[in-house]
Every structure is written in C-alpha cells, then in structure tokens.
C-alpha cells in the first residue's frame, strides 16, 4: 500500500530563535519514500541537516520573527503488513548482548529505572521470559494507564506514569520501556507516524505516535503498549533512549504554538 504523510506546524516567535527539528522520515525507510519528505518553512529560510549520535536526521534553523510555518508532504510504500509478532523470542542475558545495546539497560531522563527496579522484579520477575516478559509488560502498562489527551504533559515521567496511573502515547512507551529495563531487557524509544488503517472507527485525533522496540535474541522488535495489538502502516521518525533525545522541535527562546495538523492515510 502507498501511505500519505506530513504535517504542518505554526509556531508564532517574538525574535529570530534557533530550532532543531527532528521531524524527517528514519533513514530505514528512506528508500520506500516515493517523493523526498523535504522540510518546507514559511517564510523560507536557510537550513542545515546533520545525523545525531542516534543516527537520527536533524535540521536546524533560525526561525524569523513572526508566524514561522514548517510542513512536509510525502508518499511511502509500506508492505501493508501487521507488526512482527515473535513469541519464541528469547532474552539474551547481559553478558551475551551487543555493546550498541547496552545504553538501553540504563535509566535515561523519562525512565527512571531506580524507582521501578524493585515493582518491575516483584510483578514480572517469576513469569516467562523473552518475548513473553515484554508482552506482559505491555499488558500491564495498557491496563494500568488511562488514555486521555487532557492528560497530556510534556514533563511526566515513567514513575509518574506510573503513579497517576493516566497519560498519552509517550506515557505508556516510558512506563514500559522502564520496566523492561529494569529487568535486563534493553529497550529504546521511538516515535513516527501511525494512522488508522487496519482499524475500526470511530477515529481519534492524528497525532505523531510514540511507542518502543525491545532487543530480544539478535535484533530489535517493535512493541506498542498504547494499542497493545499489531498494527499496520508503522512509519518510523526517530529513537532514543527516551522523548527527551527525538523531540520533534526544539527551541531556543520563547514562542507559543500557533497550529498542529499531522496527517497519515491510506492511499485507496
């Protein structure tokens, strides 16, 4: 299938502010890409692009006084199938796991793994392993936060999460990648495109979705503790160790967002 993608963001800014955005299309996917996702600003301005140390494609920019605009429109191909669902995956132990994993073990800005450490061992500690242990983490974290985009805060934490017990897509990828690595499971976040095909209505609101891999055996799976279920049409943006590293904007001096429209659909 062929997927439509892009946004369009206004900000409005009292003086000339620099930006770093990380808003391209993942270098894994740039070859389904049927036109180049550019990044296009109103009013124009100069840009630069670099990759970070998570191999992430960044821009930067000095955003004008004003009204500043950033979009993009694009078409990628996707193979229409559903997440990868490996139940006989195995849990590698530490001493087994590939160097580049290891920063995945370890508590990050969002994922505070000191505060879980002693929940994660007494609720999944006894259970299966594997791609089994990740899933049950999964299920725990879908039931145990309450989805609402009034409950949406920039700021909450995996240890809030958990406490409050409510949060939005990032919320329920933080408290799950916490407890997976907590338990020797690395695992990273990511964030990217996710629309409604394969779905039933009504549908929410569209917005960048944020969900996390877990490294089980030799390579990296996909799990999604929001929706809890296989999906279709999964559009890769960025990862990181938590939202903190692929923040989709960042800015340097005061602004207010002016409008936000994310699109992902289904070519018929």
């Not at 139940?87 to 505070?112: D, F, K």
């Not at 983490?137 to 017990?165: L, M, N, P, W």
């Not at 394969?198 to 990296?220: I, K």
Request: charged share 20%.
């Amino acid at each position: 299938m062929n997927i439509q993608l892009g946004f369009e963001i206004a900000y409005q800014f009292p003086r000339p502010t620099p930006m770093i955005l990380t808003l391209s299309i993942h270098y894994s996917r740039a070859s389904d890409l049927l036109r180049p996702d550019h990044l296009l600003t109103k009013p124009a301005v100069p840009t630069t692009a670099y990759r970070d140390l998570f191999g992430n494609w960044c821009t930067r920019l000095v955003a004008p006084a004003g009204r500043f605009v950033l979009s993009t429109d694009t078409v990628i191909h996707d193979s229409g199938a559903l997440d990868i669902v490996v139940p006989s995956a195995p849990q590698t132990p530490v001493e087994y796991l590939p160097e580049s994993t290891l920063l995945y073990l370890l508590g990050s800005r969002y994922c505070e793994t000191d505060l879980l450490s002693d929940f994660a061992w007494q609720r999944f500690g006894t259970g299966p392993t594997g791609w089994g242990r990740v899933q049950a983490v999964c299920d725990f974290v879908h039931q145990h936060i309450e989805f609402g985009y009034q409950h949406a805060r920039r700021t909450r934490s995996a240890f809030e999460a958990f406490k409050e017990g409510q949060g939005v897509c990032r919320d329920y990828a933080h408290l799950a990648i916490t407890l997976c690595r907590c338990l020797n499971i690395p695992a990273r976040y990511c964030t990217g495109y996710l629309g409604d095909v394969g779905t039933l209505p009504p549908y929410g609101t569209m917005d960048f979705a944020g969900w996390f891999e877990a490294f089980l055996g030799n390579r990296w799976y996909t799990f999604d503790a929001r929706n809890n279920v296989p999906r279709i049409g999964r559009v890769l943006i960025a990862q990181g160790r938590d939202a903190s590293d692929v923040a989709l904007s960042s800015t340097f001096g005061p602004n207010e967002l002016d409008g936000f429209k994310v699109w992902c659909d289904e070519i018929p």
